[in-house]
T-cell receptor, first 111, second 114 residues
Framework: SQQGEEDPQALSIQEGENATMNCSYK?????LQWYRQNSGRGLVHLIL?????REKHSGRLRVTLDTSKKSSSLLITASRAADTASYFC???????????FGKGTRLHILP | DGGITQSPKYLFRKEGQNVTLSCEQN?????MYWYRQDPGQGLRLIYY???????QKGDIAEGYSVSREKKESFPLTVTSAQKNPTAFYLC?????????????FGPGTRLTVL
């Protein structure tokens, strides 16, 4: 399976600190996306990184992709209470046309 | 106000009953998707449709059925054949039927079987 696996499963940090989440996957991909889900809500797309890209930024978000290690990381800088949510990576393989979601990292920002 | 809506937000069903979850989008998207999410888990694809009058099974289609008679609408029926239907159901849409596009999600329907 090409399912992404996020690490850690849960993370608690103080407001203002940086939060780093990782995603590992098993097979070659076309791209990898990160989504956020607030409790009991739908998912919101954050950022997409293609297989030929190594790093992308969007506001306080920084995503890296290492295809040799089959891994990606999501960094949220200067965390805020509103960042409390679950974060999922989603991979699109280059052999089929499905997106596979990981189980997510639950991020809790402490005041 | 463009977006994707799901109704109802909460749904309760007795065992043995079929129930239909609504999903509507006014984003003019061709592709629509249904996912199931269980507590502490990721999303699993139930069905998807890349164009009107066409749909394909996802990874866990057994016990579910869909229709795509209109571009805007992609209702999901949870049948009595679904052995463990209690879950959070999410509908999504994307511009085209290629999965590299961003998916836009509805707010979800929480189904509980009593």
């Amino acid at each position: 399976s090409q399912q992404g696996e996020e690490d850690p499963q849960a993370l608690s940090i103080q407001e203002g600190e940086n939060a780093t989440m990782n995603c590992s996957y098993k097979t070659s991909i076309n791209n990898l996306q990160w989504y956020r889900q607030n409790s009991g809500r739908g998912l919101v797309h954050l950022i997409l990184i293609r297989s030929n890209e190594r790093e992308k930024h969007s506001g306080r978000l920084r995503v890296t992709l290492d295809t040799s290690k089959k891994s990606s990381s999501l960094l949220i800088t200067a965390s805020r209470a509103a960042d409390t949510a679950s974060y999922f990576c989603a991979t699109e393989g280059n052999r089929d046309d499905k997106i596979i979601f990981g189980k997510g990292t639950r991020l809790h920002i402490l005041p | 106000d463009g977006g994707i809506t799901q109704s109802p937000k909460y749904l309760f069903r007795k065992e043995g009953q079929n129930v239909t979850l609504s999903c509507e989008q006014n984003l003019n998207h061709d592709a629509m998707y249904w996912y199931r999410q269980d507590p502490g888990q990721g999303l699993r694809l139930i069905y998807y449709s890349q164009i009107v009058n066409d749909f394909q099974k996802g990874d866990i289609a057994e016990g579910y059925s869909v229709s795509r008679e209109k571009k805007e609408s992609f209702p999901l029926t949870v049948t009595s054949a679904q052995k463990n239907p209690t879950a959070f159901y999410l509908c999504a849409s994307s511009v085209a039927g290629v999965n590299s596009d961003t998916q836009y999600f509805g707010p979800g329907t929480r189904l509980t079987v009593l």
